[in-house]
């Protein structure tokens, strides 16, 4: 049988704010996950529309099509295009499992929730020529379950191409996450087991690895068997995780002693009553500054996630936001702005609030505001967060973070990492367009490596900046980076 999966593009990837890494960081693991489950003589091709152009000539029998919220325009333009040639089309994802009644119209066979269940009993019905319209996930387990089809990934074309997830899911119940909607009818937390997890990753070429998983540290007793597990493989890797579990005690020693080198951390809000409102519970009361400080002793970089527009927040939450993250130290920043997915608590409080302003799914990117705020404009949320990218990311904010540490090595590791992810899009767009991202994941170790590593390798004139005094940072060190990077300090508003 010939299969085509396809992930197509999100909406954003293809606009002027597009940020080529950002799209070729990850190939498409939920697809490579579903190619396991085909015969080995299938002929069976994945194609990812943020790395190259979508061959639509081609004639398969089955197509299937992961879909996002906003790629959801783009999956039904390709669908209906492989439809009219008569391959049979399967849509299935996150946006599917929220919104099925306006999949059907474009797909012959739809999926809810994951596809581990599902995606082989339909393969059994269609090989059988009785093929099914929905098929809805209900058995939720890992165990057994057949390797996702990395030969099929196109590596060259992705900077972290060994991401991985060894769980599904997540314990907590935040009212903005997309997760009690997707797992809705089964568990929603469950993990593969250490072994096999270890299995996996001994099998992947190289040092680095990105786990995609929600919230890797969830199961501490599966966590801590992984970490355990994965000491003395000599890892670098990269994860998600929550406040909560960065204060556990024991549980970030291991991660950090088996290669973590810098977690995606929800703080989310600085507002208990945002917390409260959105139930996320497992922040309120949480020390943030103790769990920061505990990252960064351990040589752990943060990537903070914070979201805006929540009902607490005012105009003053942007400047306010940043100027703390800034002064803890935390190397990189994910902003969003609050987004009310359809499928989710937040979504159907908003709507019953009458407070959704639009259903083009282009703009539920986290980057516009589709809702009525409380206490500002929709026009002043959007700003706001623009210009959280813009502070955030100033030299002059970037070396104030990075001379909150002690050693000169940690403070370069923050400018190499925070300097390198947002200040070198000329640099990133055309090693992406010659297609020579793989060839950076050697810098990319190396600057997750830490301090003692990364001292020995910048140039000198790195190093001279390195051991500039605090009262320097903002005018001295600043002037010669930009100096240095051409880029005058601005940051092209990209994100
Ligand atoms: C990798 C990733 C990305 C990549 C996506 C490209 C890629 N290569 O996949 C990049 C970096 C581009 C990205 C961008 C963004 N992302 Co993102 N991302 C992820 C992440 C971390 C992993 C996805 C993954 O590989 N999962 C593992 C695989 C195995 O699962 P899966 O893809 O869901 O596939 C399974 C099922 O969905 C199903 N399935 C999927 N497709 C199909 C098709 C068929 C036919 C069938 C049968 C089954 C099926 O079967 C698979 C196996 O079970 C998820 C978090 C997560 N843990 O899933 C967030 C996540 C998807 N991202 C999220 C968000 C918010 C974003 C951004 C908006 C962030 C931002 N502010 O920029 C943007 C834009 C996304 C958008 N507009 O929708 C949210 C989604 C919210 C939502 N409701 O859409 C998630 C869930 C994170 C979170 N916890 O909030 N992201
Ligand atoms: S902790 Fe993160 S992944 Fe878990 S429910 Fe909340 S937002 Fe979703």
Not at 114 to 123: I, K, M, N, Q
């Amino acid at each position: 049988m010939k299969v085509k999966m396809i992930l197509p593009a999100l909406t954003e990837a293809k606009s002027p704010h597009w940020r080529p890494i950002k799209y070729s960081l990850f190939p498409p693991l939920g697809l490579a996950t579903l190619a396991g489950y085909l015969d080995e003589d299938d002929e069976v091709e994945i194609q990812d529309e943020h790395v190259e152009t979508l061959n639509l000539d081609d004639e398969p029998e089955l197509v299937a099509i992961e879909v996002y919220v906003t790629s959801a325009r783009r999956a039904y333009e390709l669908a209906e295009h492989y439809r009219a040639k008569g391959a049979h089309v399967a849509l299935g994802g996150l946006h599917v499992t929220a919104l099925p009644q306006e999949a059907a119209h474009h797909a012959d066979t739809i999926f809810l929730g994951p596809g581990e269940d599902t995606w082989p009993a339909f393969l059994a019905d269609f090989r059988a020529g009785r093929p099914g319209k929905v098929y809805r996930s209900s058995v939720r387990t890992l165990e057994g379950i057949p390797r996702p089809r990395r030969d099929l990934i196109k590596r060259r074309l992705y900077l972290a191409p060994n991401s991985l997830v060894v769980s599904r899911g997540c314990p907590h119940h935040c009212d903005f996450c997309y997760k009690d909607a997707f797992f809705q009818g089964g568990r929603s937390f469950y993990t593969q087991t250490a072994d096999a997890a270890l299995a996996e990753i001994e099998q992947l070429p190289g040092r680095h690895l990105f786990f995609l998983d929600d919230n890797l540290f969830g199961d501490v007793r599966f966590a801590e068997a992984l970490f355990d597990g994965m000491r003395g493989m000599g890892r670098l890797w990269q994860a998600a995780g929550t406040v909560e579990a960065a204060l556990r005690p024991g549980l970030l020693e291991k991660a950090a002693a088996c290669g973590l080198r810098s977690l995606f951390v929800g703080f989310e809000t600085l507002d208990p009553l945002n917390l409260k409102a959105q139930h996320k519970v497992h922040n309120l009361d949480r020390d943030y500054a103790a769990a920061i400080r505990r990252l960064h002793d351990l040589g752990v970089m943060i990537n903070g996630s914070f979201v805006f527009g929540m009902d607490e927040d005012d105009e003053s939450v942007f400047d306010r936001t940043v100027e703390w993250a800034v002064g803890q130290g935390i190397e990189t920043a994910t902003f969003h702005v609050l987004t009310p997915y359809p499928g989710t608590a937040l979504y159907e409080r908003m709507a019953a609030q009458g407070r959704i302003t639009t259903h083009d799914w282009d703009l539920y990117d986290t980057r516009h505001a589709v809702f009525r705020p409380t206490r500002m404009t929709p026009e002043v949320l959007e700003a706001g967060y623009w210009r959280a990218y813009r502070e955030f990311y100033r030299w002059g904010a970037i070396l104030r973070a990075a001379w909150t540490k002690e050693r000169v090595a940690e403070r370069l590791r923050h400018l190499a990492y925070a300097g390198g992810w947002k200040k070198f899009e000329p640099l990133w767009d055309v090693v992406i367009r010659t297609q020579q991202v793989s060839g950076f994941q050697p810098l990319l170790e190396t600057v997750l490596k830490g301090w003692q590593e990364i001292s020995r390798e910048p140039s000198m004139a790195i190093q001279k900046i390195g051991r500039f005094g605090r009262q320097d940072v903002d005018g001295r060190a600043a002037s010669l980076l930009d100096r240095m990077f051409l880029d005058g300090g601005t940051w092209r508003g990209r994100q």
